[in-house]
């Protein structure tokens, strides 16, 4: 097994580190990529503006996540008390897999000044040294000479590579145009959208008060990584159906970037939700889990983005439907069911209908939906019920 090791205060984690650590793994053909942010970084002392470690260890599994399934974030120097030492890191994941080949990832500079690291022998012994070029003044005459004067003083073996993508951009650099409102093209957005719902960094942003583009950010960093295809094309479905049957585009835009907003919590944290916001379950709600995401998510919408209570709605009864909905409550749960990524059943016939008559299609789906249900043995909620028999009594 080949383990990579990079480290950083990543403070926030952007593109920059992010290129380097994609190719770093793919170059290497790593198993597995541990991204670790410092605790205390024992060559610079944290800026004042830096943000607190959950934050930190929280953004940098969000990239880790867009890097690629071999990578993981590692709260190791965060749970370790004291200076963030390298060497400590290393042993700790040489404790945990014995057999593996270890592969120690620095930029530049780090790479150039490694032989004054504490313990640079241990870490030597223990690891193949990685170091990769980040802009265009590091070449491979810098790099040899350190990797020629590492070999002989301390039997080091190093790979150094240059590269094929540059994003040239500093940590303190990037921190002072988040705070001017900037900054965000170098950041993955689910990263930056979590940024803005923290309030890090200064950035001038009020979260009930978000632009569609950054509402969208916010919404992805609250996301597994594989739902974001499913919620980025339920978006763009609900603004097609505004645009046919005369909804706010929007309105139908936000309804949708947030309607799984809280799908990836647990049941306790849905329960805490509810008390929260002191929202009631019925009986079939307290019994099916899959449920609630709709209820919290409702509630997030408004509490942390300051939704209209029509949007609030349409997320509300994504999931179920109800009787006598809104045209953009249809749009959401339509959209929801047939969005491209959708693929569990023929979906033909609904996609086509959605478009040619709005209430024929929610019949047809509600009807589709109930009868998948029953046919797995899950519960269905009676309010799908109460959602078809009043369409089939208003066609009829």
Partial sequence: MKIGIYGGTFNPIHLGHMEAAKFAAAYLKLDKLLLVPAGMPPHKDLSPDAAPPEDRLAMTALAAEAVGPMAEASSLELDRRGTSYTVDTVRAVREAHPRARLYLLMGTDMYLTFHRWKSPEKLARWCTLCAFGRSEADTEELFAVQREHLSAMLGAK????????????????????????QGQAYLDPAVYGYILRRGLYGVPADPLRLSLEDLRCAGLSMLKRRRIPHVLGTEETAAALARRWGADEEEARRAALLHDCTKKLDREQHLEICRQYGIPLDPEEQREEKLLHALTGAAAARHQFGVSPQVESAIRWHTTGKADMTTLEKIIYLADYIEPTRDFCDLTELRELAFQDLDRAMLLGLTMAVHDLKKRGMAVHSNSVYARDYLKGKLT
């Fill in 158 to 181: 190093s790979v150094t590579v240059a590269l094929p993508k540059i994003v040239d951009i500093s940590s303190t650099r990037l921190r002072r145009e988040l705070s001017q409102g």
